[in-house]
């Protein structure tokens, strides 16, 4: 019996109602093929930051190491800044374990009513891989005469060539794996930000040379998102900067039924720390304790945890049993339409692992 270990990391709101729901059923998934998790919870976000002024504790990253894998929830809470939150505690573990490359399949599943016109399951089926370590994200700024009339603001974005480079060739190399329409699109804002995205254009230009068989494109993120909405059955992979990334992931997410259907992986592909899993959602404190937050992008992110771990079999039955969930339509919650719960929903997912259809 292969036993995995892996860090939770709940964080705030809806993260403590899906993330263990989606536990329950990878336990499930993975004891059907030989495998086991040993699960080490760790109390880390908004509540932590109230009682002890930080996110997390100095030597987090010490503790995290050790793990195969960090399963993550949702950062996010009213009462605090964003940037205190999402900086005091995802963003230094994406960077600190250099998981530079941030992959969020978007998928229009069968069961799933699209908000595009004519759409239907099968026809949006496509990967953004977000750059995850650096450039708008940089923590690079500052401010001056704060509060004063003459307030002046910096924030910088920093794009280094092994930076961009390395995370432009895993995107081409994940089109080469997926096999399907053989297309990388690269988004940017070349136009407005001639310096680093022209840059980045340039290294998209000079990598696509050792990628002879697969198309390219470049779109400015404007576009891109015109394009995703007028005609998202045209893109197989997509790769863009950090901030871009994850707009568009929102975007995608909402063309193919709901954010609470997407799920993340956050990448060190040279497995020399571990990778974090996890829905691409927050912690949407609007429904956070009602019970009716959707587990199923949190239990697609274990999907894609089980896969990077070497576990395939047992990655394939968990997406299979939340694909049949959904394509059932009588479990949903009420971002798809339905009046299930969190529960009900982890509860129709586990019966189909169990009954093993
Ligand atoms: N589960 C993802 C999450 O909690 N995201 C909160 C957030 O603010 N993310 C911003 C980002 O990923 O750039």
């Given at each position: 019996m292969k036993t995995y270990r892996i860090a939770v990391i709940p964080g705030d709101g809806i993260g403590n109602e899906v993330t263990p729901a989606a536990i329950r059923v990878l336990d499930a998934a993975a004891s059907r093929f030989e495998a086991r998790f040993a699960w080490e919870s760790f109390p880390w976000g908004s509540a932590y930051y109230f009682e002890h002024g930080r996110m997390m504790p100095p030597d987090a990253l010490d503790r995290l190491r050790p793990f195969d894998a960090i399963f993550f929830g949702a950062v996010g809470d009213p009462r605090v800044e964003d940037n205190v939150t999402l900086n005091g505690l995802l963003l230094p573990i994406r960077r600190g374990f250099d998981q530079y490359a941030c992959v969020r399949p978007a998928v229009l599943y069968p069961g799933v009513r699209a908000p595009l016109a004519g759409r239907k399951p099968g026809d949006i089926d496509f990967v953004v891989v977000r750059e995850n370590t650096e450039g708008e994200y940089a923590q690079i700024g500052g401010a001056l005469h704060s509060g004063g009339l003459h307030e002046v603001a910096v924030q910088s974005a920093i794009f280094t060539r092994h930076g961009t480079e390395r995370v432009i060739r895993f995107a081409f190399d994940l089109v080469r794996q997926r096999n399907r329409k053989r297309l990388l699109t690269s988004v940017t804002k070349s136009n407005a930000q001639g310096f680093s995205m022209g840059f980045w254009d340039r290294v998209f230009s000079e990598v696509s040379r050792e990628y002879p068989e697969i198309r390219t494109e470049s779109l400015l993120v404007d576009a891109a998102c015109m394009d995703l909405v007028?005609?998202?059955?045209d893109f197989d992979v997509i790769v863009a900067s950090n901030l871009f990334g994850d707009i568009l992931t929102d975007l995608s997410a909402a063309i193919t039924g709901s954010l609470g259907l997407a799920p993340s992986g956050n990448l060190n592909p040279a497995?020399?720390?571990?990778?974090?899993?996890?829905?691409?959602?927050?912690?949407?404190?609007?429904?956070?304790?009602?019970?009716?937050?959707?587990?199923?992008?949190?239990?697609?992110?274990?999907?894609?945890?089980?896969?990077?771990?070497?576990?395939?079999?047992?990655?394939?039955?968990?997406?299979?049993?939340?694909?049949?969930?959904?394509?059932?339509?009588?479990?949903?919650?009420?971002?798809?339409?339905?009046?299930?719960?969190t529960e009900s929903v982890s509860a129709a997912v586990l019966a189909v692992i169990s009954s093993g259809r």
């Open positions: 007028r005609r998202p059955q497995r020399t720390s571990p990778s974090m899993f996890e829905p691409v959602h927050g912690s949407a404190p609007d429904i956070a304790g009602r019970g009716i937050a959707n587990p199923m992008a949190a239990m697609l992110a274990g999907a894609m945890m089980l896969d990077f771990l070497g576990e395939g079999a047992a990655a394939k039955l968990m997406e299979s049993a939340v694909l049949r969930v959904l394509a059932d339509q009588r479990d949903l919650t009420p971002d798809l339409g339905g009046t299930g719960t």
